[in-house]
């Protein structure tokens, strides 16, 4: 049972660590990404669909982020979604691309968006304790139906703690690095 407990305990966690990359993708930082327009949502074909079903994403420059419609008849609405962004982005249509020219951040924008991804760091490590805390608690039911001994109950909360503790330390490093990269000028 312990096992099986340490393994629920390291996929979940993984699981919100990878929310986490995900949520830090999509902040801006000073150079282009094409992980920016990830949550952009485009109504076509009658239905919300994500930028990246309808179009081929990339950055061919630092500054800038090109979009490639599959079907072309669905360029004024890609734009449209993005204008409606909260990327504060001014994409232009040649027809056939769209050009999104990625601005330069002030130090005001650097520090609100360094705010944002230590906020998305705190809920990262919320979930991770939050996991820590449900895998405690299925430990000591074990224990309470006489299926764990209560020497690796002590034994699995240790473990469980210190596999808490690496993810932890994960989350800080993918914070600083965000971090850093945010600030960067």
Known sequence: MLESVYKDTEK??????????????????????????????VEAYGTRMPLNQLATLSAPEPRLLTVQPFDRTQ???IEKAIRASELG???????????????????????EFVKLARKHGEEAKV???AVRRDMNERLKKGKDAGDVPEDDVHRGQEKIQKITDEFVVQ?????????KEIMEV
């Open 75 to 77: 360029m004024a609405a």
């Open 171 to 179: 989350v800080d490093k993918i914070l600083a690095a965000k971090e």
């Open 12 to 41: 979940k966690m993984t699981t919100a660590v990878e929310a986490l990359k995900r949520e830090l993708g999509v902040i801006r930082t000073g150079k282009a990404s094409p992980h920016l327009l990830d949550h952009i949502a």
């Open 89 to 111: 982005v001014n994409p232009t249509n040649d027809g056939t691309l769209i050009r999104i020219p990625i601005p330069p951040l002030n130090e005001e924008r650097r520090r």
């Open 127 to 129: 979930a991770v304790r």
